[in-house]
C-alpha cells in the first residue's frame, strides 16, 4: 500500500480534483468482487441443470452484455428509483440508491456480470467430471467439491473473467451516468469526468484524464499478466 | 460383507439389467467395451441413478427404489479407482489421500496417509504432484486413496488398462496384495480375460448388460453356459452341432463326427475347442483310441514370442473345389512343440481331445 498512499500525497499536492481516479477505482474494485462473487454462484448453479427454463436464466445473465448501456442504466432507474420495487423498499430503510455512490458499483456490477458468468460457466464446464465424482465418492459435500477440486481447478478461468470483469466496471460510462450521475466527488468516475470535460471544452482536462486511464489499465493488464505468468509456471509442480 | 446388487438402468443401446451378490472375495467383471461394466460400477458408488433395483451392503441400504432410498455418493463409503486415476492435480499425493480424512485429527490423518503409502508403496512420493508421477505411481496413489476412507466395498474400473506391460505385473502384484489384506467386496471391471482371470477368485462376464455367467472362475472357463460366454473368455474355435447318440455329435461347420465325454444336458447346439487345446498327433493316429483326428493344411501361422498361432482348413488342402468354408480351426501351441513337427509333410493330423470339447445349449 506504501506506493498507492505516495501516491495519494503527491496528487493530493496537484492542484487538480483527483476524485474520479479514487472513485473509479473503489467502484471497479468493489463491483468486480460482487461480480466475482455473484458470477461464480449463478454459474455453479446453472451448471447443474438443465432445461428450456435455462435457456431463459442465460438469456437473462447476458442481457446486460447485449444491450446498451444506456438501457441498461434506464431499467435499473426504473427499478432503484423512487418508485421502483427496489427504490421503494430501499426507501422504507432510509436508502436511497439513485445519484450516490453505491449506485456507481450498482451499474458497474450490472454490466460487468456477464462476462464473470460467461468464462466462469466455461472454465466450471472444462474441469473433468471425474475429478468432482472422485471426491464425491470420497464423501465430500457438494460445498466442498466446488470449494476444494472445482474451483481451484477453473481458478485459470476464472481468473480471467475477474480481469474482464474489472476491465468492463472500469470502463463503465452509460448506465453510470443514468443510474449515478455527475456528482464530482461522489459519482463522477474517470469516464464521466472526461465526458463532462469534453462538454465544457476543457480539452486539457480530458486528454489528462485519458492518459491516466491508459496508465490505469497497462499497469493492471500488465501486472496481472506478469502474476498469472509467474503463478502458471509453478502450478502443480513441487516447490 | 456382502455386497447385493438387483438394479436395471436404461441406457441408449440397452438396458442395464444385472442382479448378483458379491462377498469378501474381487469379483471379476468381465465384458467387450460397452457391454455396461463402467456403468455398473458407477451405479453401486452412486455416480448414476438406477432406475430401478436394490443395492445393500449387508444391512446398509444405499439404493432401495421401492423405498425410495437413494444414499448419495458420499454417504455410500464405496471406494472407487477410475480408470485414468483422477487424482486431484492440484493436490499432492499427501493431501489427495487425506481428501477423505477431513473429519479427523491433524496426527492422525498423517499417521493414515504415512500407513496407506507404506501398503501401496510409494513411500517418499507423498509431496509429489500427480503429474510428477509415473503412471503406475498415480495408481498407487489412486488406490490409497480410495482405501483411505476405509470403504465397505472397492470398486476398481479397468485398474490396469492404461499401463505398460511391464508395469501392469506390479501394479496386478499390488492389487493381489491389497485384495488379500481387504477381505471385503472388491468389484474389478476389464475386458482383459487374463487379468480377470488372475485377479478374480468369482467372476461375471457382462455382456450388453446382462449377466451371461457368474460364478467360479474356473467353472466359467472350464464349462462356459453359452456360445457368447465362451466366445468372451477367448474361445476361438465354435461349429454349429447336433447330438448323434450318447457321446457322439455331429459339428457341421467342422463336417465331422466328434466323440465327446460330456453328456450333453440339452439339446446341443454348437460345440467349442480352445486353441490351445488342440493336439498334434502323429499320422496313424497311434496316441488317439478315441478317434478325433482329422487331417489338416496350414493357411496360415502368426508369431508371438513364445506361441504360434495356426490356422487350419480341415479335411482337403486350402482351395480345392468342395470345401467346406467354415471347417477352419484356431489352434495355439508353444513354438518348441511346433519344431516337432512343422517339418512334417500336410496332412498334419489335428487332435480334438473329448474332454477339451464343450458342448453349448442354445
Same mark, same amino acid.
Given at each position: 500500500?506504501?506506493?498507492?498512499?505516495?501516491?495519494?500525497?503527491?496528487?493530493?499536492? /496537484?492542484?487538480?480534483?483527483?476524485?474520479? %481516479?479514487?472513485?473509479? #477505482?473503489?467502484?471497479? +474494485? @468493489?463491483?468486480?468482487?460482487?461480480? *466475482?462473487?455473484?458470477?461464480?454462484?449463478?454459474?455453479?448453479?446453472?451448471?447443474?441443470?438443465?432445461?428450456?427454463?435455462?435457456? /431463459?436464466?442465460?438469456?437473462?445473465?447476458? %442481457?446486460?452484455?447485449? #444491450?446498451?448501456?444506456? +438501457? @441498461?442504466?434506464?431499467?435499473?432507474? *426504473?427499478?432503484?428509483?423512487?418508485?421502483?420495487?427496489?427504490?421503494?423498499?430501499?426507501?422504507?430503510?432510509?436508502?436511497?440508491?439513485?445519484?450516490?455512490?453505491?449506485?456507481?458499483?450498482?451499474?458497474?456490477s450490472v454490466v460487468a456480470f456477464p462476462l464473470m458468468y460467461l468464462t466462469a460457466r466455461a472454465a466450471l464446464e472444462q474441469v473433468d467430471s471425474r475429478f468432482l465424482e472422485a471426491a464425491r465418492t470420497l464423501g465430500a459435500s457438494e460445498w466442498r467439491v466446488f470449494r476444494s477440486v472445482a474451483l481451484p481447478l477453473a481458478w485459470p478461468g476464472v481468473l480471467a473473467g475477474t480481469i474482464l470483469s474489472f476491465a468492463r466496471a472500469l470502463g463503465e460510462f452509460g448506465a453510470t451516468l443514468m443510474l449515478a450521475g455527475n456528482i464530482p466527488g461522489k459519482t463522477a468516475t474517470i469516464p464521466i469526468a472526461i465526458y463532462f470535460a469534453v462538454e465544457a471544452d476543457d480539452v486539457q482536462r480530458a486528454v489528462g484524464w485519458c492518459l491516466a486511464d491508459v496508465a490505469i489499465s497497462l499497469a493492471l493488464l500488465g501486472g496481472l499478466y506478469y502474476w498469472t505468468h509467474a503463478q502458471g509456471r509453478a502450478r502443480w509442480v513441487r516447490r | 460383507m456382502a455386497l447385493e446388487i438387483q438394479i436395471e438402468k436404461k441406457l441408449p443401446e440397452f438396458t442395464l439389467d444385472v442382479s448378483f451378490k458379491a462377498g469378501n472375495a474381487p469379483l471379476s467383471i468381465l465384458g467387450p467395451s460397452g457391454a455396461g461394466k463402467t456403468m455398473l460400477l458407477r451405479c453401486i458408488a452412486g455416480l448414476e441413478r438406477a432406475h430401478r433395483g436394490r443395492i445393500a451392503l449387508d444391512d446398509r441400504v444405499l439404493l432401495d427404489t421401492d423405498r425410495h432410498i437413494q444414499v448419495r455418493a458420499r454417504d455410500r463409503r464405496v471406494g472407487m479407482l477410475f480408470q485414468h486415476y483422477a487424482l486431484f492435480p492440484h493436490r499432492t499425493v499427501a493431501e489427495n489421500i487425506a481428501f477423505g480424512l477431513k473429519n479427523l485429527p491433524r496426527e492422525e490423518q498423517a499417521r493414515r496417509v504415512t500407513a496407506l503409502l507404506e501398503r501401496t508403496h510409494i513411500g517418499g512420493l507423498e509431496q509429489r504432484y500427480p503429474r510428477e508421477l509415473s503412471g503406475g505411481e498415480q495408481q498407487r496413489a489412486a488406490l490409497a486413496r480410495a482405501l483411505a476412507i476405509e470403504p465397505d466395498a472397492l470398486l476398481l474400473d479397468e485398474p490396469l488398462s492404461a499401463l505398460d506391460t511391464h508395469l501392469r505385473s506390479q501394479m496386478e502384484a499390488q492389487l493381489q496384495e491389497t485384495f488379500a489384506a481387504y477381505r471385503r467386496p472388491a468389484l474389478l471391471v476389464t475386458h482383459n480375460i487374463e487379468e480377470a482371470y488372475r485377479l478374480g477368485e468369482q467372476m461375471l462376464v457382462l455382456s450388453r448388460g446382462r449377466v451371461a455367467a457368474f460364478g467360479a472362475k474356473e467353472e466359467i472357463f472350464r464349462r462356459p453356459p453359452t456360445l457368447e460366454v465362451a466366445r468372451l473368455t477367448g474361445c476361438k474355435n465354435f461349429s454349429r452341432a447336433r447330438a448323434i447318440s450318447e457321446n457322439t455329435i455331429e459339428a457341421l461347420d467342422w463336417g465331422c463326427k466328434l466323440r465327446v465325454t460330456q453328456a450333453p444336458a440339452g439339446p446341443v447346439a454348437h460345440v467349442g475347442i480352445r486353441a490351445h487345446h488342440i493336439d498334434f498327433v502323429e499320422a496313424g493316429g497311434s496316441g488317439a483310441p478315441d478317434g478325433n483326428v482329422f487331417p489338416c493344411w496350414l493357411v496360415r501361422s502368426s508369431e508371438t514370442p513364445f506361441r504360434i498361432t495356426l490356422n487350419l482348413r480341415l479335411h482337403q488342402p486350402p482351395g480345392e473345389p468342395g470345401e467346406i468354408p467354415a471347417a477352419e480351426l484356431q489352434a495355439e501351441v508353444f513354438k518348441e512343440k511346433w519344431q516337432l513337427f512343422r517339418e512334417r509333410p500336410f496332412p498334419w493330423h489335428a487332435r480334438l481331445a473329448p474332454e477339451s470339447l464343450f458342448l453349448l445349449a442354445e
Open positions: 500500500m506504501v506506493p498507492v498512499t505516495l501516491f495519494a500525497q503527491i496528487t493530493a499536492s /496537484l492542484p487538480m480534483d483527483w476524485s474520479p %481516479l479514487w472513485i473509479s #477505482l473503489e467502484t471497479s +474494485v @468493489v463491483a468486480t468482487l460482487v461480480t *466475482l462473487v455473484a458470477g461464480l454462484a449463478a454459474a455453479a448453479w446453472r451448471q447443474r441443470r438443465t432445461g428450456p427454463a435455462m435457456a /431463459l436464466v442465460d438469456g437473462v445473465c447476458l %442481457l446486460p452484455l447485449v #444491450l446498451p448501456p444506456t +438501457v @441498461v442504466g434506464f431499467f435499473l432507474l *426504473l427499478l432503484f428509483g423512487r418508485n421502483g420495487p427496489l427504490g421503494k423498499l430501499l426507501l422504507k430503510l432510509g436508502a436511497t440508491v439513485v445519484f450516490s455512490w453505491p449506485a456507481t458499483v450498482i451499474a458497474a | -
